[in-house]
């Protein structure tokens, strides 16, 4: 769940990283209460990149580039307005960012 969007998807689990009972918890990724796991965190993207129509994950020199490169995707003017509308309001912490 991304809590401060309030968005839950369902997503794929990678990785157990860390269980406060016991390593071998871990080393055998076996899933209780409390442990952190890892994530594929596409869904999340897709979201964000349909409802803010930003791509998480682009650097800013990069996305340039490669925006005339790949196919734009037709929306309305109305949806277009929409989303610049919610990514001037929309600060994205810095460390969550920087994990993209």
């Known amino acids: 769940a991304w809590g401060s969007e309030n968005v839950t998807k369902k997503v794929r689990i990678l990785d157990v990283v860390y269980n406060s009972t016991s390593n071998e918890l871990v080393r055998t990724k076996t899933l209780l209460k409390n442990t952190v796991v ?3 965190a596409h869904p999340f993207m897709q979201f964000y990149q349909k409802k803010y129509g930003q791509d998480l994950g682009k ?8 925006k005339s490169e790949k196919e734009e995707v037709k929306v ?5 307005f929409k989303q610049k509308a919610r990514a001037a309001r929309q600060k ?3 460390l969550l960012e920087e994990q993209f």
Do not use: P, W
């Open 38 to 40: 890892q994530i594929d």
């Open 59 to 66: 650097k800013k020199k990069g996305a340039a580039g490669e």
């Open 76 to 80: 309305s003017r109305h949806v277009l």
């Open 92 to 94: 994205l912490d810095a």
